[in-house]
């Protein structure tokens, strides 16, 4: 995502969302912007969104309640038609949901108290992460409707929700022929794309030149360098903490499990005992019962810990080679 080049300027890429809401939130950038729309929404050849604003420019930071900023953009069109436009670097738990709700949240800013609801402009939300947001689902770019369940007609043209993951794409810039690759190729190489490349792309869309600048302008500020640099860190220090969190539920989970494992063979191996004999059998039956109970409670525990994995999007196959379950284990923690 950044580098470092020997001018001390460095490599940006607008995937970074604090470097995307300071070029594409920029007033003087809405050309960008507008491209950036038109390469996810429009098809090939059709007519482009006409003039945009920015309804909460890059001067304008939103704070969530756990004190990270919101590096998104709110942008309503000439139509009237609302855009909800955000980069996401790390995955969060409920995220999706997150989406959601900023999408609602946007719609539901429309009316005031009685308006009526035929003054409901279209709202288009558009996530680009660096993560596979579908990790068992082919393709990069996926779009979420409103449909009918059985024969999938949509309830209203009024919305969408497109997920774009750079993680799934894996077009070149020298094969990228749509609007949509190379705005895609831009966000995951920055400056780093060779400018012969970006000079190709002008002839048809010259808002790439421009992009291009930015991120070198933006590279070579050193302030700014230092803004993304504390973004970054504090991104890593979430993702610590996650992991941290992780590390916490599997050992209470294996602790437990081998408590109660152990309860378990105890009474198991109790009643065992008083068959074969009073005394000998509760010797017998304890051994064996803590034998069993403690790998009846690292199983609990190991179960336990895949299900937590699960719930953070861990893959099944990498839940399995770290735990060393079976994928049929973990299939059933699904249900």
């Known amino acids: 995502m950044i580098e470092e080049q020997q001018n001390k300027s460095i490599i940006l890429t607008p995937c970074i969302d604090i470097v995307f809401k300071r070029i594409f939130g920029d007033e003087r950038n809405k050309r960008l912007l507008r491209s950036l729309l038109d390469a996810v929404l429009i098809p090939e050849g059709a007519a482009p969104i006409d003039e945009i604003d920015i309804l909460n420019p890059e001067s304008q930071i939103e704070w969530r309640t756990d004190k990270h900023p919101v590096m998104d953009l709110k942008v309503r069109d000439k139509k009237g038609k609302l855009y909800h436009v955000e980069v996401q670097v ?33 709202v288009y939300s558009i996530v680009i992460t660096n993560f596979a947001m579908f990790k068992d689902k082919p393709g990069y770019h996926h779009c979420f409707l409103l449909l009918e369940q059985k024969q999938h007609f949509p309830l209203t043209d009024g919305m969408a929700i497109h997920f774009i993951s750079l993680a799934g794409f894996d077009t070149t810039p020298e094969n990228a022929h749509t609007l949509l690759d190379k705005w895609l190729c831009l966000f995951k190489e920055g400056t780093k794309l060779d400018k012969d490349i970006i000079k190709k792309w002008e002839e048809q869309h010259p808002e790439f030149q421009d992009a291009y600048q930015e991120l070198e302008r933006l590279g070579a500020n050193e302030e700014f360098r ?59 039956g304890e051994q064996a019962g803590l034998e069993k109970g ?13 299900k937590l994995m699960l719930e953070a999007n861990v893959p099944a196959q990498q839940i399995s080679d770290i735990l060393n379950i079976s994928l049929q284990d973990i299939e059933q923690l699904k249900d």
Not at 100 to 117: H, M, P, T, V
Not at 294 to 304: P, R, V
């Open 294 to 306: 403690i790998q009846t409670g690292e199983q609990i525990g190991l179960l336990k810990s895949a």
């Open 226 to 284: 230092w803004e993304v640099e504390d973004r970054i860190n504090a991104i890593r220090r979430w993702l610590t903490g996650f992991s941290a969190s992780f590390k916490e539920g599997l050992q209470e989970g294996l602790e437990q499990g081998r408590a109660e494992g152990e309860q378990a063979g105890f009474e198991k191996g109790e009643q065992a005992g008083l068959e074969k004999g009073l005394e000998q059998g509760r010797v017998e």
């Open 90 to 122: 790390a995955n969060e738990k409920f995220f999706a949901e997150r989406v959601l709700y900023y999408w609602s949240r946007l719609s539901a800013s429309q009316l005031e108290s009685g308006e009526k609801y035929d003054k409901l402009q279209p």
